[in-house]
């Protein structure tokens, strides 16, 4: 991965449900390794937009030299 800067954008899960028209995102921080906050789960991210069908699951990876960098989830259905 990019050691200066990374913003990456990758499907992680598909399920047989229809794509739906709601969109949920969860994240995570971190700032030198050392502070981590959020809560990236597919559950927290599907909460967040009241989906109760996932139809598949994107994932998002930021880092700027190391230094700070997030993961967010993102949550398609129902």
Do not use: C, R
């Not at 899960?13 to 502070?35: D, F, Q, W």
């Not at 598949?56 to 967010?72: A, E, M, R």
């Amino acid at each position: 991965m990019g050691a200066i800067y990374m913003d990456v954008q990758t499907g992680e899960h598909v399920t047989s449900n229809p794509l739906g028209s709601k969109v949920g995102t969860a994240s995570v921080n971190n700032i030198l390794g050392v502070y981590l906050s959020g809560d990236a789960s597919i559950q927290a991210a599907a909460k967040s937009a009241g989906i109760k069908k996932i139809s598949h699951v994107d994932s998002q990876k930021k880092s700027i030299l190391g230094i700070f960098s997030t993961y967010k989830v993102m949550v398609y259905g129902e």
